[in-house]
């Protein structure tokens, strides 16, 4: 059995998916295998597929989004830690080796992360203050936004077994939904090193193409309160955060005229109030 799977999800990223698959190939640690899901691109995804027969292991699904996509990978998963990478994302040659010294030296540890480097349209750029990662127990730092890089992660599959797959009715922000489900339960490590290349500004990234991200946190954050197994003081998080993204959202609804939504999303916080966790 392989040390890790890496799973990589594409869609209609022909253009720069073959620069994804050779940066694994680059990596230094090598034992692994290779699994690429095409969520039903109509590109030529399969043509660049076909230059690494015999390299990798590729899936074919109907078009269904990135956590349908995901899943079907983890399902073929042989190996004991997943790594994934997003094929507009490029990993840095030593990668791989680090995280598996860093499980290798900290058996406990069941997920951890890298450092990145960002690229926006051909530009490298600084994260924002509110992107900066963290190290250990870091529930209340995801809370606000997605701060866990699925390309940069690798984690033990038995994470799974405890606090499940993708939501595959998310068509975005199912990564912030599952670090969430992840960080309640445990501490995501953090190598302070970046070594991965983190590739934004197309036309066709998922968080640019779905509308209302916001509307899919609190959609999130509602599932992780009404899921049970927080603790008090996550539990009073998580509430506190769905009431101030409720707030936001309920007054984007006002200034768009949209009344009923906004008194919708104004009233969803108190079904969790008071509520046994």
């Not at 906004?262 to 969790?272: G, I, S, V």
Request: with cysteine; hydrophobic share 40%; net charge positive.
């Amino acid at each position: 059995m392989p040390f890790i799977s890496i799973i990589i999800p594409t869609y209609n990223r022909s253009y720069c998916l073959a620069e994804a698959l050779d940066s694994v190939f680059s990596q230094t640690f090598t034992d692994y295998e290779l699994i690429v899901v095409d969520d039903g691109s109509t590109d030529t995804t399969q043509q660049v597929l076909a230059k690494y027969a015999g390299r990798l292991s590729a899936f074919s699904i109907p078009h269904a989004g990135p956590s349908a996509a995901r899943n079907t990978g983890l399902r073929a998963a042989r190996g004991d830690f997943i790594a994934f990478l997003d094929s507009d994302d490029l990993w840095i040659p030593g990668k791989l080796k680090r995280q598996a010294d860093f499980f290798r030296a900290n058996p406990e540890a069941r997920i951890c992360q890298t450092e990145e480097i960002w690229i926006r349209n051909s530009v490298r750029v600084n994260p924002m203050k509110k992107h900066k990662k963290y190290s250990g127990w870091i529930f209340k730092e995801c809370l606000p936004l997605c701060i866990v890089s699925p390309s940069a992660v690798m984690l033990h599959t038995s994470v799974f077994d405890r606090v499940g797959l993708f939501d595959e009715s998310m068509l975005a922000c199912e990564d912030y939904d599952l670090w969430l489900r992840i960080a309640a339960r445990y501490p995501i490590y953090l190598i302070d090193k970046p070594l991965i290349i983190k590739r934004g500004g197309h036309a066709d990234q998922q968080s640019r193409t779905v509308p209302m991200l916001d509307r899919l946190r609190i959609q999130a954050l509602a599932k992780l309160l009404a899921g049970g197994g927080l603790s008090e003081e996550q539990y009073g998080l998580a509430l506190a955060e769905l009431e101030k993204k409720c707030r936001v959202y309920a007054n984007g609804c006002l200034k768009r005229g949209k009344i009923n939504e906004a008194a919708a999303y104004d009233r969803l916080p108190e079904q969790y109030r008071g509520a046994a966790h």
